[in-house]
């Protein structure tokens, strides 16, 4: 469901990241808003599949983070003034940080696991937005039977393929070693 809050036009120059803050929260609850070049993406809250596949992605990374580093789920991530995107999961590499949106240089790897209603963002336009702000790692799970990950590396400007799950795990090296059971 949209609310009211969408209906009106948008600024005559599109949206801000601060008109996104701004936006009433009664009237944001229950759906994810994120912002690409003053358009806003609306989409709803992820799926229990979803939730349980961010979990798993959860219980392997804490125990692994290196000093310097916090992982958190479901925070805003700016990407300039007209771009916020909240990614399912963020490694940051400025620890114990307080704000309503964290800058993309403070982020070491972002993770999407893929939904039905957002799998074209995820695979394509959130991958290509990361990676042209400079996010060095991007982590993309297709929630498929038996899951499937893959970890891009940012090389130049693009995200290169480094690591891919076998039929249950995916053993990532960098930026950090850790495994991931999926399964």
């Known amino acids: 469901m949209i609310h009211n809050a969408f209906f009106k036009p948008p600024p005559p120059?599109?949206?801000t990241v601060e008109d996104v803050r701004a936006l009433p929260e009664e009237q944001?609850?229950?759906?994810?808003i994120e912002l690409v070049d003053g358009v806003l993406l609306v989409s709803p809250w992820p799926g229990l599949e979803h939730q349980r596949l961010l979990g798993k992605l959860q219980c392997a990374f804490?125990?692994?983070?290196?000093?310097?580093?916090?992982?958190?789920?479901?925070v805003?991530?700016?990407?300039?003034?007209?771009?916020?995107?909240?990614?399912?999961l963020v490694i940051l590499n400025c620890p114990g940080g307080d704000t309503i949106a964290y800058s993309a240089s403070d982020v070491l790897?972002?993770?999407?696991?893929?939904?039905?209603s957002t799998k074209v963002q995820d695979r394509v336009l959130k991958r290509a937005l990361y990676a042209e702000a400079l996010i060095p790692y991007y982590l993309q799970v297709e929630p498929l039977e038996p899951a499937v990950a893959t970890l891009f590396e940012?090389?130049?400007?693009?995200?290169?393929?480094?690591?891919k799950s076998?039929?249950?795990?995916?053993?990532?090296?960098?930026?950090?070693?850790?495994t991931i059971r999926l399964a």
């Open 154 to 163: 940012l090389q130049g400007d693009e995200y290169e393929p480094i690591a």
């Open 62 to 74: 804490v125990p692994a983070l290196p000093d310097g580093t916090e992982l958190l789920p479901g």
């Open 166 to 178: 076998g039929e249950t795990d995916i053993e990532l090296t960098r930026p950090f070693n850790v």
């Open 13 to 15: 120059d599109g949206w």
């Open 76 to 88: 805003n991530v700016r990407l300039g003034t007209k771009r916020l995107l909240t990614p399912d």
């Open 109 to 116: 790897l972002v993770a999407e696991i893929t939904s039905p």
């Open 28 to 32: 944001t609850l229950m759906q994810r």
